[in-house]
């Protein structure tokens, strides 16, 4: 969920000089255009990290916008009044009105999170909290506002040389007090349970957007690209077309950084090493799934990748281990009549495997937010909310034990030629390719943005995403095993405390 | 919830007979339309108390219909199969295709109230379970599903008759298990969990219909109708329009019974009880808001009438007693320029007391399913929504320690003709009638049916709607103030424990 921001994206002074003023141009016209239509409002959410920019983007969006048009909330001990009724009467006094924008700096996220992060209650009524919060935005979203939601996100490593560097700077030291560095100790569990916060409040009508950060002229210009955005979707929405408010559109990347970029694609293993490597973890996941500990477990694995990433190979490698009657392996072509007449998630849930078996997926439900994403197959408004309904499918898997690991096998365009290339030379691999690969190599932009929003919104604790740099496939299939056969140990492990 | 459905419905032999024959054709109709559409697939979920004919609706169901088109399906303790896997894979993997209907009898609601009746778990976990019901609900709908949740109710009373009866019937003693039995003790908890998740999951896309279950004849015509006009509002659907899946409409009443319609009218206390009763209650009223327990509380008193009913007198009198500091009167007329660019309930939580104080609002929320619905002002969709919002609202004010007392004053259509001839005669009375009364009158039918609904969907323990028989005005104030100073001190009451 946090991936994305912990790659280190950054704007040079330069680029960002140049983009500012067409950017504040735009923002002040949607502003102006926001109070005459008086339509709806507008309230965005600032949550995330301590040190991560918060206040420094809030106030910067004061200089960029007429702040005459936007109130900007802060939310912290309650007041008598406030205590003497119900929690959220804090917030229902401070909406803003139709045409107008509020800043809500602290807010119902942050006040759940600061309960469960110390403890005061646990995760059920965490849960109930969540509820509670998804139930008020969609109320508001249904009345026609548009909310934004922010999460600052820093990694651990950035935000302890951001705490330090503002300690050591006599201007900003009065920033640092006693809680924040707290928070450098609760770390851990502040992204644990943000993490949940996260995953169960991304709806389409009110998505998250995680924003990186260390680069202030990053950060900058990534929110101020997603409140434009946001803002003209909202503003073109025809008044009569307010159903379930305005969906604010995901945010593209406005670095040249992305997650499928920041992968080193040199990785490789030479001949021998991959030999033995290979065979020790082929030998440890025959193992685990023989351990009697397994019983507790299902395990689920997805592959996903480029074409001619190798997933066929990859997955070979890992069968070629187990004893057939142990494992399954469901290729996931376009789905059948039957499976046409369900929910699309149906197809899958007939495949999930039972406690002690493992089912590996050679593509999945994430054709929903990949491939009819890109190819238009479904409506935004279906992919948007796959999101979240995919989530809640992986959380009960998790719930009931299983494992659930999921690879993108990730090459670059020069070596997914090569492969097209071989492939239509040797004639027993020429069934592998179609015009169809043709035809997805011109999108592949398109599938790189879509890759990055799914692992942004479905990489989570109780199911992470692992890339795999696969222009060597032997790299690619030894941290293949490798990755599962680490993720069975952790579970084992977690079962003896 | 449950008001509606302990009345007393009835429907005779003869209306039977007269209706059935044309109820079974255009089900038959509805459902070959639904084969042939192949479009969506219908789910049906029957819940409810024991003996309340659940077994037997679904037998006659499938004897009115083409059974060769309805997959029955029963859940009861989970297979091995089933316990080896996500506890939701029993219902995907029964889930009916597109065309096709499936009859849920136990499902995720039966389990969830089974276990937190046993107590197995609390309610912070049972709110767990509702949240991941709502979202299948969801999920499902949004990808085509019609959903029509039954809950068959009967009175504790009527439960209690009913087992009796079934007992003494050789043919039908079988169907008595010792579980039955012991629910005939837990019923209290099963009505109590059951209104809980009823509130929680009556969503626009997915309402309840709650039946009441003692007369065959009445339930099975109810269940047919709800079920055809629920199917027939789905088929006529336009394929696009499908966003959010098919809004079930809600029921209109079939026999002539109404929860207005089972006031007795005739009630009336004489002048001399009158005075010393309401005496008696104002003080009672003024020594409960004196006392140092309502420190932990507030007091919300809605005042909801027909036209003419008396609600301005019967609020003075509550008023009487107090001293002003402590009480606020708010009057809900047309919204204000700054309340119409909120989310419709902001207007009320703009005004809801803090603990220690009263509000009695003179018209409320309510507005909204009465008012605007009858006459238009918002959409179906809005309205509809709003009894979940609404009960929301009102969980929000109870937890914090409100006593939220609801009020319908309710005349019959003479009395308030002679009331507003005598406002027409009367100078000093003569503003209070307007042509919007006149043209309210016409209307009376719908005001009946919105009423209702209003009550079925927003009574709950937490905020009991109390109907007042206000065709004597001496009777209805005495009766408010009672009301008020009952729920003050059943609150004082719980406390203490």
Same mark, same amino acid.
């Given at each position: 969920?946090?991936?994305?921001?912990?790659?280190?994206?950054?704007?040079?002074? !330069?680029? &960002?000089?140049?983009?500012?003023?067409?950017?504040?141009?735009?923002?002040?016209?949607?502003?102006?255009?926001?109070? $005459?239509?008086?339509?709806?409002?507008?309230?965005?959410?600032?949550? @995330? +990290?301590? #040190?991560?920019? %918060?206040?420094?983007?809030?106030?910067?969006?004061?200089?960029?916008?007429?702040?005459?048009?936007? *109130?900007?909330?802060?939310?912290?001990?309650?007041?008598?009044?406030?205590?003497?009724?119900?929690?959220?009467?804090?917030?229902?006094?401070?909406?803003?009105?139709?045409?107008?924008? #509020?800043?809500?700096?602290?807010?119902?996220?942050? $006040?759940?999170?600061?309960?469960?992060?110390? @403890?005061?209650?646990?995760?059920?009524?965490?849960?109930?909290?969540?509820?509670?919060?998804?139930?008020?935005?969609?109320?508001?979203? *249904?009345?026609?506002?548009?909310? +934004?939601?922010?999460?600052?996100?820093?990694?651990?490593?950035?935000?302890?040389?951001?705490?330090?560097?503002?300690?050591?700077?006599?201007?900003?030291?009065? %920033?640092?007090?006693?809680?924040?560095?707290?928070?450098?100790?609760?770390?851990?569990?502040?992204?644990?349970?943000?993490?949940?916060?996260?995953?169960?409040?991304?709806?389409?009508? /009110?998505?998250?957007?995680?924003?990186?950060?260390?680069?202030? =002229?990053?950060?900058?210009?990534?929110? @101020?690209?997603?409140?434009?955005?946001?803002? $003209?979707?909202?503003?073109?929405?025809?008044? %009569? #077309?307010?159903?379930? @408010? =305005?969906?604010?559109?995901?945010?593209?990347?406005?670095? $040249?950084?992305?997650?499928?970029?920041?992968?080193?694609?040199?990785?490789?293993?030479?001949?021998?090493?991959?030999?033995?490597?290979?065979?020790?973890?082929?030998?440890?996941?025959?193992?685990?799934?023989?351990?009697?500990?397994?019983?507790?477990?299902?395990?689920?694995?997805?592959?996903? #990748?480029? *074409?001619?990433?190798?997933?066929?190979?990859?997955?070979?490698?890992?069968?070629?281990?187990?004893?057939?009657?142990? &494992?399954?392996?469901?290729?996931? /072509?376009?789905?059948?009549?039957?499976?046409?007449?369900?929910?699309?998630?149906?197809?899958?849930?007939?495949?999930?495997?039972?406690?002690?078996?493992?089912?590996?997926?050679?593509?999945?439900? &994430?054709?929903?937010?990949?491939?009819?994403?890109?190819?238009?197959?479904?409506?935004?408004?279906?992919?948007?909310?796959? &999101?979240?309904?995919? =989530?809640?499918?992986?959380?009960?898997?998790?719930?009931?034990?299983?494992?659930?690991?999921?690879?993108?096998?990730?090459?670059?365009?020069?070596?997914?030629?090569?492969?097209?290339?071989?492939?239509?030379? +040797?004639?027993?691999?020429?069934?592998?390719?179609? !015009?169809?690969?043709?035809?997805?190599?011109?999108?592949?932009?398109?599938?790189?943005?879509?890759?990055? *929003?799914?692992?942004?919104?479905?990489?989570? !604790?109780?199911?992470?995403?692992?890339?795999?740099?696969?222009?060597?496939?032997?790299?690619?299939?030894?941290?293949?095993?490798?990755?599962?056969?680490?993720?069975?140990?952790?579970?084992?492990?977690?079962?003896?405390?």
């Amino acid at each position: 969920m946090f991936e994305s921001a912990e790659i280190g994206h950054s704007i040079d002074k !330069e680029a &960002y000089d140049a983009e500012v003023p067409a950017l504040r141009e735009a923002l002040l016209e949607a502003q102006y255009e926001l109070k $005459q239509q008086a339509r709806f409002p507008v309230i965005v959410l600032i949550n @995330g +990290i301590e #040190g991560a920019g %918060k206040g420094e983007t809030v106030k910067l969006l004061n200089e960029w916008m007429d702040p005459r048009m936007i *109130d900007v909330l802060t939310f912290d001990q309650q007041t008598d009044e406030e205590l003497a009724r119900p929690p959220a009467w804090r917030y229902w006094r401070a909406l803003p009105p139709k045409g107008r924008m #509020g800043v809500f700096f602290g807010n119902w996220y942050s $006040q759940m999170l600061q309960g469960r992060v110390h @403890g005061v209650f646990k995760d059920a009524v965490l849960d109930q909290a969540i509820t509670g919060a998804e139930r008020l935005e969609e109320m508001l979203c *249904d009345e026609g506002a548009l909310i +934004i939601k922010f999460w600052f996100h820093l990694s651990k490593k950035q935000m302890k040389a951001r705490l330090k560097s503002l300690k050591d700077d006599p201007l900003h030291s009065w %920033k640092i007090s006693p809680l924040d560095w707290q928070q450098s100790e609760t770390y851990d569990r502040f992204v644990r349970f943000g993490e949940r916060v996260l995953r169960r409040t991304s709806r389409d009508y /009110a998505p998250w957007h995680v924003i990186e950060g260390v680069d202030p =002229n990053y950060r900058s210009l990534a929110v @101020g690209r997603i409140l434009l955005e946001s803002l $003209q979707a909202a503003l073109d929405n025809s008044p %009569k #077309g307010k159903h379930r @408010g =305005n969906v604010a559109p995901l945010g593209r990347s406005i670095d $040249q950084r992305s997650l499928l970029g920041a992968l080193d694609m040199t990785l490789r293993l030479d001949k021998s090493d991959y030999q033995e490597q290979l065979v020790t973890e082929q030998a440890r996941l025959a193992g685990l799934l023989r351990d009697k500990r397994m019983r507790r477990h299902a395990l689920v694995a997805v592959f996903e #990748g480029n *074409d001619a990433a190798g997933k066929g190979g990859a997955i070979r490698r890992v069968a070629a281990a187990l004893d057939p009657r142990q &494992y399954r392996i469901v290729p996931i /072509a376009a789905p059948t009549e039957e499976e046409r007449a369900q929910p699309y998630l149906w197809r899958f849930w007939r495949h999930i495997p039972a406690r002690g078996k493992f089912t590996i997926f050679d593509r999945s439900w &994430y054709g929903r937010v990949l491939v009819e994403r890109v190819e238009g197959f479904c409506s935004p408004a279906d992919w948007m909310r796959a &999101y979240s309904e995919i =989530n809640d499918f992986e959380e009960q898997l998790a719930n009931a034990g299983t494992v659930v690991v999921k690879f993108w096998l990730a090459i670059d365009q020069q070596t997914q030629l090569e492969r097209f290339e071989e492939r239509e030379q +040797i004639p027993f691999k020429r069934y592998k390719i179609t !015009e169809d690969d043709w035809r997805n190599r011109d999108k592949w932009d398109d599938y790189v943005q879509a890759v990055g *929003d799914m692992v942004d919104r479905t990489s989570t !604790e109780i199911a992470p995403w692992t890339l795999v740099e696969a222009n060597d496939k032997r790299w690619a299939r030894v941290k293949v095993l490798r990755t599962i056969n680490q993720a069975l140990e952790a579970a084992f492990a977690k079962d003896k405390k």
